[in-house]
């Protein structure tokens, strides 16, 4: 069982555009290919967690209030962890949990509700940061897409040095680049 952040990035370290989009990672020729990857990792995540901004995102692009039972397709009946200040929708038929509790309190939740799987950090990049600054974060896998945007929401806004990071893979898929890294 690890906690690990998997996510999408431009080759500048950026999550999203200053907006929150994220049309950048869909108009990539071959991100596809990068997307076979995904059920792979999926199949081994028992938990997740993002904050309101990755929340609010996925319900806008899956069109989730109209149609809440997409949520199932990518996510299961998998608890979900949302960090954040602000009422926001509810997805019928979806198990999310809406949380504004200290990272290690909400970090413990999620181990238990992933059993023996792994825990997925979703985004964004600060709240991951935090889960970081704990000591609780296990393993980076980021692949890395041939944009550039100049600016954005970072990655990983913290200071993570080399002696913490072992490169533990690298894989292309298509035009991208995945690394994967463990964290001490």
Do not use: C
């Not at 939740?109 to 023996?116: P, S």
């Not at 945007?149 to 680049?177: E, Y």
């Amino acid at each position: 069982m690890a906690t690990i952040y998997y996510t999408a990035t431009t080759l500048d370290g950026f999550l999203a555009t200053p907006d929150h989009g994220l049309d950048w990672l869909f108009e990539v020729p071959g991100s596809d290919v990068a997307e076979d990857a995904i059920p792979d990792f999926t199949s081994s995540v028992g938990a997740l967690t993002m904050g309101s901004s990755t929340y609010e995102w996925v319900v806008r692009h899956e069109n989730l209030l109209e149609h809440p039972e997409k949520w199932r397709e990518w996510y299961g009946d998998r608890p979900t962890w949302v960090f954040t200040s602000r009422s926001l929708p509810v997805l019928e038929g979806a198990d999310i949990r809406f949380t504004r509790a200290p990272i290690a309190q909400v970090h413990a939740e999620m181990v238990a509700g992933a059993g023996d799987r792994d825990v997925w950090l979703m985004g964004g990049g600060d709240l991951v940061g935090q889960f970081a600054d704990a000591g609780l974060l296990d393993r980076v896998v980021v692949t890395i897409a041939p944009v550039t945007l100049g600016a954005g929401a970072p990655l990983l806004p913290r200071d993570i040095r080399s002696d913490r990071l072992t490169l533990v893979s690298v894989v292309q898929r298509g035009q991208f680049a995945e690394l994967t890294y463990d964290v001490t």
